[in-house]
């Protein structure tokens, strides 16, 4: 049974910078691509980041967010720096077979906070 559980998350001022993790269980890790997606009130949820062979970032994260993995830990992270209140969201790590394209696992989400 696949588990993704994420930590990190919490209130941070503008500007700021939080890392969050997610470490998976029930996988082989290193065969799965990882992605981070953020849900916002109200709005739909988007992705942020993503690490298979390469890493992809949406255009709002790049050059703030950084995704990297250490697959010995069977863990990914998304270091985020100069964060922005408009990054406020529920972030969710997911996990997909790499030749799949559909995220078939997902976290519970952690919550970040970004105040003005």
């Known amino acids: 049974q696949v588990q993704l559980v994420e930590s990190g998350g919490g209130l941070v001022q503008a500007g700021g910078s939080l890392r969050l993790s997610c470490v998976a269980s029930g996988i082989t890790f290193s065969r799965y691509a990882m992605g981070w997606f953020r849900q916002a009130p109200g709005k739909e949820r988007e992705f942020v980041a993503g690490?298979?062979?390469?890493?992809t970032y949406a255009e709002s994260a790049k050059g703030r967010f950084t995704i990297s993995r250490n697959n010995a830990k069977n863990t990914v992270y998304l270091q985020m720096n100069s964060l922005k209140p408009e990054d406020t969201a529920v972030y969710y790590c997911?996990?997909?077979?790499?030749?799949?394209?559909?995220?078939?696992?997902w976290g519970q989400g952690t919550q970040v906070t970004v105040s003005s």
């Open positions: 690490f298979s062979w390469t890493s």
């Open positions: 997911a996990a997909r077979e790499m030749l799949r394209s559909e995220y078939a696992a």
